[in-house]
């Protein structure tokens, strides 16, 4: 017999349900599922004989009261929803109240008791935030407040490393022209900032993070960058360089060197399976080229000279492979 996942639940509630009577007339007190199953194939079996939506939501009220369940299960059952077919259709049928008689509240099983309230924290900076912009800007509770809008016009410097001081998960809104008055607190944690405007991307407390954002800011065109920004010497920029490369590691350098030998090496050895030779630098090249002139006298008329390709390449008839090709300054 084939069956429908619904008719397989249906089968799976009434079998709960026939529990639920066989305990009961025992005398035993039901429990939460015992009760939900059995006021849910009530609600069912009412459909089947035809009732309509509401005559059988009534009839499942009246099946259980407080005194036949176990203490607490009128406050954990306080709605049941059930899908039964009626002659109509499938319809969904809402249980409010079921069992009736609740009333132990906070004492009751499963209740939420809310716990001891964290005491709010005190910001650390305050500024004052103007908002320069046509449109209204809101910035969230854990938002790297100096990568804030740019049109947010505020001591940028001051709000490096920090965030709103208000609850998690809410905001705080700038109106066009308004001037708020905000409290910041420093980010927690590891203190990296990833993301936002891309100002920071990385540890906030890493040497010359601050200065390098707060240049970048400036650049960007964000207000309130200026503080604490150094103006970009231009005739540094060959010294900053080279101080840059010289800060790398000569281990590093090394092995940089060996890769790039290893490769010229790998060149070689496929350019001489091809048969084209490995490829002359300009310092090998330079004596082939004078070579030529100091032979030239020497070639007799009608003999190959140096410049000809047969004197330089000379290549067996009987071989089937084609000779070399040479560079460009030996052509």
């Not at 035809?50 to 369940?69: I, Y």
């Amino acid at each position: 017999m084939r069956l429908t996942p619904t008719e397989r639940d249906r089968l799976l509630l009434f079998g709960a349900a026939e529990l639920a009577r066989a305990r009961r007339a025992r005398g035993l007190k039901l429990n939460v599922p015992e009760a939900t199953a059995l006021i849910a194939d009530t609600v069912c079996e009412a459909a089947r004989d035809g009732r309509r939506l509401a005559e059988a939501v009534e009839a499942a009220r009246g099946v259980l009261g407080p005194e036949d369940v176990l203490p607490g299960v009128a406050d954990v059952v306080t709605e049941i929803h059930v899908e039964a077919v009626f002659d109509d259709g499938s319809r969904l049928a809402v249980v409010s109240d079921p069992i009736g008689g609740g009333g132990l509240g906070d004492s009751a099983p499963g209740a939420v008791l809310p716990g001891p309230a964290d005491p709010e924290p005190e910001p650390v900076v305050r500024l004052t935030v103007r908002n320069t912009a046509a449109v209204p800007v809101s910035v969230t509770s854990h938002f790297h407040f100096f990568e804030a809008n740019p049109r947010l016009d505020f001591d940028r410097a001051a709000a490096y490393g920090m965030r709103l001081c208000v609850p998690a998960g809410s905001s705080v809104r700038f109106g066009p022209g308004d001037e708020v008055r905000v409290g910041l607190l420093p980010i927690g944690g590891d203190r990296v900032a990833i993301g936002f405007a891309g100002l920071v991307d990385g540890p906030l407390d890493a040497p010359g993070a601050k200065a390098h954002a707060l240049h970048r800011a400036a650049a960007c065109g964000y207000l309130g960058a200026t503080g604490g920004q150094r103006p970009l010497d231009r005739s540094t920029v060959g010294q900053e360089s080279a101080e840059g490369e010289s800060a790398v590691p000569e281990s590093a350098r090394r092995e940089t060197a060996g890769r790039e030998t290893a490769g010229r090496e790998t060149a070689q050895r496929r350019a001489a399976r091809l048969g084209t030779g490995p490829q002359e630098t300009p310092e090998e090249a330079a004596p082939e080229e004078a070579a030529p002139e100091e032979t030239a006298e020497e070639s007799a008329p009608g003999e190959p000279g140096p410049h000809d390709p047969a004197h330089q390449h000379p290549a067996p008839r009987e071989s089937r492979q084609q000779a070399p090709c040479r560079p460009e300054e030996d052509q």
